[in-house]
């Protein structure tokens, strides 16, 4: 049983120096970047007026399908015309 052991030692230590690693990155850009609010981040949309709606709202299904379709067709014109 030892030697099967062995085996998944080394996939367990790469396992915890990544989890470790990206647990360091993930801190340390936490920590150093900087939390200003900037004027230009708060202001208005290139448009020029505040968003007046909650980006969180419910799509209609055909937005859904009319985008679909596009990539469906736009794939098909692609490889008519080579």
């Known amino acids: ?4 052991y062995s085996e998944y030692f080394a ?3 790469f396992i915890l120096v990544s ?3 990206s647990t360091v990155v ?6 150093i970047t900087p939390r200003n609010n900037d ?3 708060l202001s208005a949309y290139e448009c020029g007026f505040n968003p007046f709606d909650d980006a969180r709202n419910k799509f209609d299904v ?3 399908i009319v985008a679909i379709l ?3 067709f736009d794939l098909e014109v692609t ?3 080579p």
């Open 62 to 64: 055909r937005f859904y």
């Open 39 to 41: 004027p230009e981040k």
């Open 70 to 72: 596009f990539i469906v």
């Open 11 to 13: 996939i367990l230590i």
């Open 26 to 31: 993930f801190g340390l850009s936490y920590i």
């Open 19 to 21: 989890v470790i690693l």
């Open 79 to 81: 490889f008519l015309c």
């Open 1 to 4: 049983m030892t030697i099967i």
